[in-house]
Each structure stands twice: as structure tokens, then as C-alpha cells.
Nanobody, 123 residues
Framework: QVQLVQSGGGVVQAGGSLRLSCVAS????????MGWFRQAAGKEREFVAA????????TYADSEKGRFTISRDNAKNTVYLQMNSLKPEDTAVYYC????????????????WGQGTQVTVSS
């Protein structure tokens, strides 16, 4: 049974930082690209960042470039999202996801999803 278990969300003031973690089990983690998506209240889910199975390629949504960093540790079956300079508009439920495809920004091609974690940025 595949599980993606997320941690690290919470409430932070604007300008602050948070790090999200996502631990995978039940799959060969090093064979999967990993992505982070988010969904704000009343809005559609949107792409945030993704990383290739090997960790040597990353891609970000334009609004997150320079503020967010995705990384992975294949020895720990874990993907991270370091979020700096947070803004109120970053408030959303964040999801990690795993895919064996390479269309990193397409949430429809991700096979497994984490449970979601709330990030709230206060102004």
C-alpha cells in the first residue's frame, strides 16, 4: 500500500518560513518524480514545484521561483518544500504527489497523493 505522509504545515506571519516534508512508503521512491501542489479555498489546485526522480532537475511555478525550494532525499524516501518569504496569498492546503511520468506540472499524471497540510500566512 502506497502512502505519502505529509508534515510541517502551520501558521506563520508574512515574510516567515516553513518547511513541508512528505515521506513515501510502499513504492520505489527513487523511481518517481515528486511534486507539490496547493489548493486555496474556493480555487482550483495549482502546481507549485516538482523534482525529477534523480534530484538533478527541478521546476517551479513562476510565483514561487526564488522563494520556494524543492529537494529530496532518496535514502529517506522524503521530499521537502522549503518556503521562504511567505505571503498571505500562499495560504492553501499543500499536497505532495508522486508520478512516474515527467509532465511535472500536470496534476492529472500524478498517481499518488499525500493527505494535504494546511499552510496559513497571516498579514
Amino acid at each position: 500500500q502506497v502512502q505519502l505522509v505529509q508534515s510541517g504545515g502551520g501558521v506563520v506571519q508574512a515574510g516567515g518560513s516553513l518547511r513541508l516534508s512528505c515521506v513515501a512508503s510502499g513504492l520505489t521512491f527513487s523511481s518517481y518524480a515528486m511534486g507539490w501542489f496547493r489548493q486555496a479555498a474556493g480555487k482550483e489546485r495549482e502546481f507549485v514545484a516538482a523534482i525529477k526522480w534523480s534530484g538533478d532537475y527541478t521546476t517551479y511555478a513562476d510565483s514561487e521561483k526564488g522563494r520556494f525550494t524543492i529537494s529530496r532525499d532518496n535514502a529517506k524516501n522524503t521530499v521537502y518544500l522549503q518556503m521562504n518569504s511567505l505571503k498571505p496569498e500562499d495560504t492553501a492546503v499543500y499536497y505532495c504527489a508522486a508520478s512516474r511520468r515527467t509532465a511535472y506540472r500536470d496534476d492529472g499524471l500524478y498517481e499518488y497523493w499525500g493527505q494535504g497540510t494546511q499552510v496559513t500566512v497571516s498579514s
